[in-house]
């Protein structure tokens, strides 16, 4: 019995069907709630109205995806349970970072199973990858490239640098693979034709694993501005109807201001204060898109999450979302 034949044998709750989504939004929560079979949180960070779209594919466990963005958004997100994620960013710039570490051009980008994801996008994004199940990848690793993949994985950052060539390869293999499955939906599967992309895919994502370079400072420095980062999102979540002032935060981090404002600069672009009031401004937006027939007052709304104020309030939100907070409530409620 084959790898494949023994994984699928003990898996009976793979998929058999194709599952395809093709999706246009214009909100960064429906973004986040938009890619099957993930779970994330999604802060925007780029003023103005949102634009995205996913293009997903699924069969027998393995997922390829597209994501597209037009706004700098923050992200916390889980892929489904023991997979592999191995893309590419095809659209990036400077300002990107992902587990953590900074994206370049031709940058190889991994996650490992059961572990979460922070995702810092461009003001335009796109990233392409595949969704691996960690027991189909390692079973290939083994059996067909007789490579101890686990080990393989401790040497490897989650942003690594490829080759162009490589990077072409392992673009045109996720590409055609959405492409195939595609066209599985509305033609007679062919299981044969799909074993044979699977082993392409396989074989190009381990062989892209293979050919990439070490960095370990760089990991370390930007490391630790990230966790500073994500201390100030859980302190504000837990203070959200009394915001904790840069000192508090200082005091309860044990860090200099001037620490604090160049860790936020280097992994996320924008000053904390702003990054605070955008954390509190998508709890707000989520409350009027969510939970509309509840809502009597958007001004209790947005006392219970720490503005006071609220034309500063409305003019925060608007310019983060585009849109006013009654429009978005009134929307929510029409559906």
Known sequence: MSFREDFLAGTP???????????STQDVLEQADALPFWSQDYTQLGKGTFSGGISSTSYQGMQIFRETMNRAVDEFASAPADSYVIGLPTIA???????????????LITLDKNAELLFRTANLSEITVAVI??????????????????????????????STSATNRLLASLTGGMRYLADVRSTEHDLHMWQHFEDDLLSTC??????TRENPRQHYDHRIHRYIVNRV????????????????????????????????????GITPVTYMRNVRLHRVRAELQFSPQQITSIANVAAKWGFWHMSLFSRYYRELFGECPNETLLRSRVR
């Open 13 to 23: 709750s793979c998929d058999q069907e194709v599952h395809i989504v093709e999706l």
């Open 93 to 107: 710039d400077s300002d990107s970072s992902w587990g953590l570490l900074p994206v370049r051009e031709n940058s």
């Open 133 to 162: 199940p960690a027991e189909r990848l390692e079973a290939y690793a083994s059996q067909v490239e007789y490579i101890d993949l686990r080990k393989l994985l401790e040497t490897i950052k989650p942003v690594e640098s490829l």
């Open 206 to 211: 381990l062989q892209a694993l293979l050919l």
């Open 233 to 268: 999102r859980d302190l504000t979540l837990s203070n959200f109807g009394c915001p904790l002032t840069i000192s508090e935060l200082c005091i309860e981090l044990r860090v200099s201001r001037r620490t604090l404002n160049h860790a936020f600069a280097r992994v996320l």
